[in-house]
Each structure stands twice: as structure tokens, then as C-alpha cells.
């Protein structure tokens, strides 16, 4: 029986420290929850099922509609009318006054109405199509730009974490290096200008330092909000920034076969251009005649006190059947001015539409550019951090020799502390560059 009930005990606790444990991700993952729990992303989702409702909203207005009306009259102060007397068995010439129906009525209708032909409702199930297909395309660059905002937001937190690894081993050399200048000062064999560079450049690392952890704060909590997290979510990195980069370094994407039909922003262009052709054929539609049938079935009744509800109260029926027919016949040229309109916006969307093939083709060739050169510089950079390491390796050891002066160790660690930003930097770009090439790409 203890057993159990530690056993039991064990188990509750795990499952509570699970559930505190903050959430990891890897870069992947990271893009997948974006996908389905970013603000964005769920908004364009909503816009998908509006224009799904506003397709049937338009198909509907098409089809059979059946409205009723209720209607009360009561006569406060009834008309009267005047017959001549004779038809009552008066006098010739005199008349009698004489008030007709009864002070109160009530009637209620029923009407059904179909549209038989209306040429602006074929377009508009038409024009439901391509806004659809509009609402589908934005989701999905929607989709395309959450995913580079999550793998910059990514990478951003991945440098802040590194920058701030660097600058406390940087922070430590120095004030290993200040406190045995220090001690030689004190000792009388150094000068104070050797303790005093020292001091600037910790001073330097240090607030270095300071800015690398806000940062590493700042870049959580907007990955937080890319991801749909609250911002302050202790949000964990599975990630280690120089294997991520090595990951992304793909060369063979540049020689990738590019579908232009397959990129996001021309599938938009085209619904521009889809949209314009059907205003132009809505713009025509309106010089078509319009057909509508309708019949209704009603009941009016009359009384001189408010008993319409009784089960004994007489109701007289009535019911039409019509058709009604609208033919446009004259605008004061209305109508050619707005076709005209119609049909110079068309113009306007082909030219755009042309453009944009240009611009996409354009964007491609400029990204490819731009990643290579970004793997290109991620090499020069890695080099030249080797470079400047061995470089201050060497400094630091003149300078404990008294081979070297205490501005020129000051240099080559600013040299190094430089070359450390910008080869961190540049395994970022790698990253974000692949991304850029992979969306005009639609990989």
C-alpha cells in the first residue's frame, strides 16, 4: 500500500514538473507551431471561411426567397363620402353622407420571389471564385512570411545568446589581463597607461555585455510573439547557431527550376487581373434586362374592435402571380462611361500583371545573389576570426613579455571582439538569405 501511494505521488509530481517545464523548439518546430498559433496565420485562416460565406452569401441571393409582412390599420377618425340621396330614396339633388369599411383591418402576405435571369448575379458567383482563390493565396504568402519572420526571430535570439557567451569570456580575459597589469603597476615595472587602456576596453566589453543580455530578453519575447506565445514565455532553443548555419548552406538550391506560376505575389497578380476582367463583364451586365417572378398569398380582414385573433373572425384570402421585367434603355451614356472605366482598370492590371513577372524574376536573381554572397562572406568571416584570434593570441603574449605595448594589445582585441560580431552575423545572414530564396522559390 506505500508503495503505491509513493508510486502514485512520483507520478503526480512528474506530471506537474512537466507541465511547468518551459517549452523547446527547433527551428522547424518553432516554424510548424508559428504556422497553426501565430496572430496572422489564424487571421487568414478566418479570411478563408468568410470568403467561403460570402461565396454562398452571393449564390444565395439567386435562389428562392420567401419574405412576410404583417400589416395593423386603425382608422382613428374614418372617412366619410358623399352619394346622392336618391339612391337611398332621398331627394333628387341632395346627397347623404356615408363612411365605407369597418374602423380596423389587419392583413398578412406571404411572397415568394426567383430571379430568372439578372446578368450582374452570373458575374458575381463568378467574382466569389477568384476571391476565394484571392483569400487562399494570401494565406499562403501569409504563411510564407510568418515562416521567415519565425527563422529571423530564431537566428536574432541564437546571436544574442552567442553574443553574450563571447562577451563574458571576452570580460574575463580582460580582467585577468587588468589585474596582473595591475599588480606589475604596483610593483613598479608597468605604467599607468597600459592599466588605464585595459580599463577602457573592459569598460567597452562590459557594456557590451549589458546590451547582449537585453538583447537576449528583447529577441526571446518577439520570437514569443511570432510563435503566438505571451511574450514573457521562458521559451527554450534546441538550436546551436554554427550547426543550424552549416545546415542551411545548400548551393544546389541556386540552380533549382523556378516556376514563376508557383510563386505567391504572381498568383496574386493574376487574381488582380481575373478580378478586372470580371468588372469589365459586370460593367456590361448592367445593360442587360433583368427577369424576376414573384407570387404571394395573403389575408386581409376588417372589424370595428381589435378581435383578429379570435378563432371566429372572418379572414379573405387573395394571391398574385407576376413577373416582373426591367429592360435599360437609356443613360445618358452612364452605362458606356462606366464600361470604359472598366475597361481602361483591365489595361492597368494586364501592365501590372506584366510587371510583376518582371519584378518576381527580378527578386529571384537578387536573392540568389544575395545568398551566395552571404555563404561567401560567412567563409571570409570565419577566416578572418582565426585570424584575428591568433592575432590577439600572440598581442597578449608580447604584451606579457614587454614585446608589445599596451595600445597595441588594445587594438588587436578590438580587431578580435569585431571579428566575432561580424562572423556571428554572418551565419544569421545564411540563414536569412536561404529563407528569402526559398520563398520567392516557394520550396
Not at 181 to 186: A, F, L, Q, V
Not at 421 to 433: P, R
Amino acid at each position: 500500500m506505500q508503495k503505491t501511494l509513493f508510486s502514485l505521488l512520483f507520478i503526480v509530481s512528474w506530471l506537474a514538473s512537466a507541465q511547468d517545464a518551459p517549452p523547446s523548439f527547433s527551428l522547424d518546430q518553432a516554424i510548424a507551431h508559428a504556422l497553426e498559433y501565430n496572430y496572422s496565420s489564424i487571421n487568414a485562416e478566418r479570411d478563408i471561411v468568410d470568403a467561403q460565406k460570402q461565396k454562398w452569401e452571393t449564390i444565395a441571393t439567386g435562389l428562392p426567397q420567401i419574405n412576410g409582412a404583417v400589416g395593423y390599420r386603425n382608422q382613428l377618425k374614418q372617412p366619410v363620402s358623399q352619394i346622392p340621396a336618391e339612391f337611398f330614396g332621398g331627394e333628387p339633388g341632395t346627397f347623404q353622407e356615408v363612411v365605407f369599411g369597418q374602423a380596423q383591418s389587419m392583413s398578412a402576405t406571404a411572397t415568394l420571389t426567383q430571379q430568372i435571369f439578372d446578368g450582374s448575379y452570373i458575374v458575381g458567383v463568378q467574382a466569389t471564385k477568384t476571391f476565394l482563390e484571392y483569400s487562399q493565396n494570401n494565406k499562403e504568402k501569409t504563411e510564407l512570411e510568418v515562416r521567415k519572420s519565425v527563422v529571423e526571430a530564431y537566428g536574432n535570439v541564437l546571436l544574442a545568446q552567442e553574443s553574450v557567451l563571447i562577451s563574458e569570456r571576452n570580460k574575463a580575459t580582460l580582467e585577468e589581463n587588468l589585474f596582473e597589469t595591475k599588480r606589475i603597476y604596483e610593483n613598479g615595472l608597468g605604467d599607468e597607461e597600459s592599466v588605464d587602456q585595459l580599463q577602457i576596453t573592459l569598460s567597452t566589453v562590459d557594456n557590451q555585455l549589458k546590451n547582449a543580455r537585453r538583447m537576449e530578453k528583447i529577441t526571446l519575447q518577439m520570437l514569443n510573439l511570432v510563435l503566438g506565445l505571451p511574450i514573457e514565455t521562458p521559451t527554450l532553443l534546441s538550436e546551436n547557431l554554427d550547426n543550424l548555419t552549416q545546415r542551411q548552406i545548400d548551393l544546389g538550391l541556386i540552380d533549382t527550376q523556378f516556376d514563376i506560376e508557383n510563386n505567391v505575389d504572381y498568383k496574386m497578380a493574376l487574381n488582380l487581373n481575373e478580378q478586372r476582367e470580371l468588372e469589365l463583364k459586370l460593367a456590361k451586365s448592367y445593360a442587360l434586362p433583368t427577369l424576376n417572378a414573384f407570387i404571394n398569398y395573403g389575408g386581409n380582414s376588417f372589424s370595428d374592435s381589435f378581435n383578429f385573433l379570435n378563432s371566429g373572425q372572418k379572414w379573405f384570402g387573395s394571391s398574385i402571380l407576376g413577373i416582373d421585367l426591367n429592360i435599360p434603355i437609356f443613360s445618358s451614356l452612364k452605362r458606356s462611361a462606366g464600361t470604359q472605366r472598366a475597361k481602361i482598370a483591365l489595361e492597368k492590371a494586364k501592365t501590372q500583371f506584366t510587371e510583376a513577372q518582371a519584378q518576381i524574376r527580378l527578386q529571384l536573381e537578387s536573392a540568389k545573389s544575395n545568398y551566395v554572397l552571404a555563404i561567401e562572406q560567412y567563409g571570409t568571416s570565419k577566416d578572418n576570426l582565426e585570424l584575428a584570434e591568433r592575432i590577439e593570441k600572440k598581442n597578449q603574449i608580447k604584451y606579457s613579455e614587454g614585446l608589445a605595448t599596451s595600445f597595441e594589445l588594445r587594438q588587436a582585441q578590438t580587431q578580435l571582439y569585431t571579428s566575432q560580431q561580424e562572423y556571428l552575423q554572418s551565419m544569421v545572414d545564411v540563414i536569412n538569405k536561404k529563407t528569402e530564396l526559398e520563398n520567392i522559390i516557394n520550396k
